[in-house]
């Protein structure tokens, strides 16, 4: 399984990036996919996934800023992040394959090479 994740960078806050994450069309019709970070000095968490029937989960503190996209043409994950802060810095990973408790980062058994993004004050 192959994820190749995008799009990170150096914002201010207030300013908006998207993140991409391709992958194959097996993977990406076949398995959940989902948005993790990883802070420094903090544990990986789950900022969104798309969960069957298009059901979406974020993270409490990125509510009404980060939106979840499939895009099916390209066999792709997008996340779009507004209005960053820069307790949002850290470095974003994609993971797919997630079985049980979708919220523990030790469920997914693929991840992608993670995207920096950093939010200036």
């Known amino acids: 399984v192959q994820l190749q994740a995008s799009g990170g960078g150096l914002v201010q806050a207030g300013g908006s990036l998207r993140l991409s994450c391709a992958t194959s069309?097996?993977?990406?019709?076949?398995?959940?996919l989902a948005w993790f970070r990883q802070a420094p000095g903090k544990e990986r968490e789950l900022v969104s996934v798309?969960?069957?029937?298009?059901?979406?989960y974020y993270l409490e503190s990125v509510k009404g800023r980060f939106t979840l996209d499939r895009d099916n043409a390209n066999n792709a994950l997008h996340l779009q992040m507004n209005n960053l802060k820069p307790e949002d810095t850290a470095v974003y990973y994609c993971a797919s394959g997630a079985s049980g408790d979708y919220f523990n980062a030790r469920s997914w058994p693929h991840w992608g090479q993670g995207t920096l993004v950093t939010v200036s004050s």
């Open positions: 069309e097996r993977t990406f019709r076949g398995y959940l």
């Open positions: 798309m969960l069957s029937g298009y059901d979406t």
